[in-house]
């Protein structure tokens, strides 16, 4: 299955400052991809580049098997920025319907829309009433319109409360089920750990990690806690014997490198008269970012 999005080598230089570094990944339909980074990382150069923004200074880019900014590439992708902004007079619907008619589509299909990103009992409502997470999802309802094969998503949960924020992953997740690519730039590491596919690291406009969260894990060979809760009187011994540290009185904590998960869990069950649960706590996505982006000052 062909790619929606390739970058190969891409390279963006201003003045002299590097801002992208011979960058290189793909997005294939389907397929959720978190591009992550600190401020100045390279995120927004790229996704202006995908857009057809800028121009890459050099290096390949091909959006939906054609150049950025072409008619082709602008009819297929859809794009949402971190601060949206709507005129305040219109009301939902009305701006909704405008951005159909400037695309082309039917406006009665605004209303669908709306309702899909949880808007439809404020559809009538003037957009200036709206709370920031309400516009955000103006936003996303606006970035649905012509069911693009292509989302890229700056920050798109930005002004979300934690269950709005949940029913947009939803929305994310139906759009990649029926074939769409996903490129989502965000700094909320928890949210993103859980809800893509795949995770892209930029770090002074370097491609630092690229791979699934679990072979990223593998990679970066960080140290797995197993979380261990004794039976009532028993936590002294267990920790002992397994050489753990002591917390809240019945947690006895363990690290281990991944290969030595397997023995440890079997040192574990051998004590399973003195043992009430094990919990495993891989590396987190925090873990891992840190872990990468330190890289590149090596």
Known sequence: MMPRLT???????YDGVTALDAVDFTVAPGERVALLGHNGAGKST????VLGLIPATSGQIEVLGAAPGSQAAREGT?????????HPALTGLEQIRLYLRLRGCDPAQAMGLLER????E????RIGTYSKGMRQRVGLAQALIGQPRLLILDEPTSGLDPVSR?????ILDGLAAEGAAILLSSHALTEVEARTDRIVILSKGRLMANDTLHALRRQAALPIRLQISARPGAADQVAAQLSGGRRNGVMVDLTCAHDEKLTRLGHIAALKGLIE?????PPSLEDLYSHFSRRDDQ
């Not at 970058?7 to 230089?13: A, F, G, P």
């Not at 790229?46 to 580049?49: D, W």
């Not at 404020?122 to 409502?125: F, L």
């Not at 949940?166 to 939803?170: L, N, P, V």
Request: aromatic share 10%.
């Open 277 to 281: 649960d094990v919990e495993i706590i």
């Open 117 to 120: 990103v949880g808007l439809g």
């Open 7 to 13: 970058l190969s080598q891409v390279t963006k230089r």
């Open 78 to 86: 859809a794009y949402l920025p971190e601060n949206v902004a709507f």
């Open 122 to 125: 404020a559809a009538r409502r």
């Open 46 to 49: 790229l996704m202006k580049i």
């Open 166 to 170: 949940r029913e947009f992953y939803a």
